[in-house]
């Protein structure tokens, strides 16, 4: 036991050892999964275009729909939408909801937008993509100016298999090359100069001050981070009661409990009015004259009075 | 260091449910890598297909059997099933079983798609399986403008065996097959995960819950899950220690509580959402029901087992019953 003891210390003690250890481990697994995933051009008329463009675009579906995924404020907006379309359009405005909507959409596709702009500024993808194009503008475009085996042979450029002569093929693919990487850094400038648009847009309309602003954004943060443990030490405090009334054999202790109309306001998506000095609907809520006190004994659920002696 | 140390920790402890899903699809492509580099050797013959494809498929029809048996949802269903025969034979309760089934298939099937992607993204199995079709149509297509051997010697492509047909053409083959492989295993992928996002979006959009009940309930799921093994050790341990006292020491055993059978069967069932009054779970219904007396004048006709629900349970609520593997 004791040695154990001391082999855990020495580990405890080499804990930034152990954390790059660990993130080495961790890239190289990455770059064995890409590896593995390795490209490989199939360098034939029908296939490139297809594959280029698969490669290109899968990745960034897949981050999309995970950016989605992850996005709380999405399925905060979202969650019982169907039973309750009036949701979407809190206090009559559904100009917000769609605001939401597009902050949203524009914060998940930040990661396929990378992806797409670090494959073109690789190059590889684009190029093998763009050497199995049919159509006939392209094509004149690419061949301007060289022998008819050019067009035939196209396809073939990307594994340096072609017919063609080692310079022509050279120069072809430095051609893709180039078009690749200024298609990047175009994405990338289009990108930044929309982000720096939307901000500045939305700070302008901002009802608030910056420094107001600043605050807001933490106490947001700090709101959901508490939400969490509160929401943990209820769960514990009610599974606890719930389990010794079982195993005891006897009625459950009276338990304080917010009730559904509470959380169904609570989960609404604040919007900001200058009239009012709350910085979330929870703050809204506890604030609120009207607010009944008397908690649920039991936390049980009436969600419509009229549909619950049918 | 060590505030670095706890803030990752409460990240991952965050995102438990998402990181459980990437674990499992890492190791998965990790076990194929094994596998295609250690156990897996097409034999190049008339068996390429039949060989290519077991290896496709065997191990993700394992990795669903698994997934079925470490769902706790599955012997929750199942156990007790035979002796209920009066239960079986009701269409509604065959719909009922059919959709829980459906929801511990969601879960279960994401280590066989993975291993079946990541399989397609290698390449070597879908290679090995389609160089050993028979199909002639197929074998054309593979074989245009190729030398006329091609076709009788696609089997032999995979070990780069073959004698008639030069190195290049068969290279070139393989790499469409390749290219082939890796479009569907992307394909693949794609569409799970965008057919993933829209049930998800499908079931949080019918969710008679809010965001913030919705949050808490899943910790609340898993707590009461944790807490209820840890209650159940010290029963156990409690009621074991009481009767061997008494049988060791030649004395009456002491009074002790514990739960009739009555109670254990009703909190094994499903848990069943109804629209009149909501439980976070099914032991949370029998305790506020089965021992509070006011209620139970309240709700004297329903029974806890809720036979006859009015609506059936929600597919945001799946969690509810999965204990310990809360997904």
Known sequence: MDNFQTVLRFFMNQKATIGYSFMALLTIGGERIFSMVSFQCPCNHDQNFAYGLTFLLGPGLVLLVLGLFFSSRLWRLYTGCCLNPIKLCPRGNCFTCLKVFVKIFSGACVAPIMWLCVALLNGTFYE???SGLDDNLVLDLFCKNKTMMCREELARVPCSKSKLPSDLNLELLLMFRAQSQILGWCIIIISAVLGLLGTCYTNCRSKVSYLQLTFWKLYKEKEKEQFDTFAMEYASKLAERNLKSFFENRAPEIFPFPNHKAWEEISALYTFSKSEQYYSTLQRYVERDDRDYCPEERPVMQLDPGTERS | MMDKFQTVLKIFQKQKTSLGFGLVALLTAGGEQIFSSVVFKCPCS?????????????PALALLVLGYIMSNKTWKLFTGLCLRKSKCCHFKYFCACGVVFFQITTTAVVAPVSWIAVALLNGNYFECAVTGVNVSVFTNHLCDGKSPQCQDELYKFPCGRATHVPQSDSNDVLATIRAESQVLGWLLIASIMVFNLLLTC????????????????RVYAQRESDLLE???ADHAEKLAERNLKSFFQHTLPEPVTTPPNQAWEKISSLYRFSTRDHYYSILHKYVEMCHDPAEARDNRLSSVRSDGPDTATPAVLAFVDEGKMML
């Open chain 1, 128 to 130: 093998c993509a763009v």
């Open chain 2, 46 to 58: 008339g068996w390429n297909f039949s060989y290519g494809m077991v290896f496709l498929l065997v």
């Open chain 2, 202 to 217: 499908v079931a949080r959009c019918n969710s008679p819950v809010s965001y913030l009940q919705l949050k808490f309930w």
């Open chain 2, 230 to 232: 840890k209650y159940t």
